[in-house]
């Protein structure tokens, strides 16, 4: 049972590259989400997925767009990196059936710098 | 939206001593209450939840408490062993919010030997 996978786990772009960081879950949840992680700035929302087919704006979406592709994927992209998007972004996923509430499941990260 | 301030940023303790991290809400209609431990080089993994009609919840050496009136809660780990060494989120949710959590910035718990 993989959980939540994401790939890759680190990534060197340059200034204007794009690029696409895929997630996949196994666990049948429903709410698939994107946050950033910055020394001192703690977790950010994204963007999220409440259910397949709807995607919604987070905290901090400038500059990034997502797709969920079904019910296990939900992919993040950064269409002309900066380096201000240098950052470690995780994957989490969160059975709906809980309500509002509930565990989140993140994936292991990937680690990104943008020079 | 919600504001979430947690203190402090950075707590080393003796091992077998306890740690107390305190985390400060701004949405009074937030009502629910997660703490995250994320491991070096893992992602963050949920470790206790507090509801808003439950004032304390224990699991055997962590503890949270909430206190509604003045809008804070706290993480307390007991009897702390080196592997509590992590990072600790607190986190808090809003309804009607959108079904998002809202984080704290982290604390760094070193427990030393």
């Known amino acids: 049972n993989a959980g939540v996978t994401q790939t890759p786990k680190f990534q060197v772009l340059k200034t204007g590259q794009s690029m696409t960081l895929q997630c996949a879950q196994d666990?049948?949840?429903?709410?698939m989400y994107w946050y950033r992680q910055d020394p001192g700035m703690g977790l950010r929302l994204i963007y999220y997925s409440a259910s397949e087919g709807t995607t919604d704006k987070g905290e901090v979406p400038n500059g990034y767009n997502v797709s969920r592709l079904n019910k296990r994927e939900f992919s993040l992209r950064l269409e002309s990196a900066a380096p201000s998007q240098t950052s470690v972004y995780f994957c989490?996923?969160?059975?709906?059936?809980?309500?509002?509430?509930?565990?989140?499941?993140f994936g292991e990260g990937s680690r990104l710098t943008v020079l | 939206g919600e504001n979430v301030e947690q203190h402090p940023s950075t707590l080393s303790v003796q091992e077998g001593d306890s740690a107390v991290i305190k985390c400060t809400y701004s949405d009074s209609a937030s009502n629910y209450f997660p703490w995250y431990k994320q491991e070096l080089g893992k992602g963050p993994q949920l470790i206790i939840d507090?509801?808003?009609?439950?004032g304390e919840k224990k699991d055997q050496r962590i503890a949270v408490t909430l206190n509604k009136t003045a809008k804070h809660f706290s993480l307390h780990i007991t009897e702390t062993q080196p592997e509590d060494s992590a990072v600790y989120f607190c986190a808090a949710l809003l309804t009607g919010g959108g079904n998002k959590l809202t984080f704290g910035t982290g604390t760094q718990l070193k427990v030393e030997l």
């Open positions: 507090i509801r808003s009609n439950v």
């Open positions: 989490a996923s969160k059975d709906r059936e809980r309500g509002n509430t509930g565990e989140l499941f």
């Open positions: 666990m049948n949840h429903n709410s």
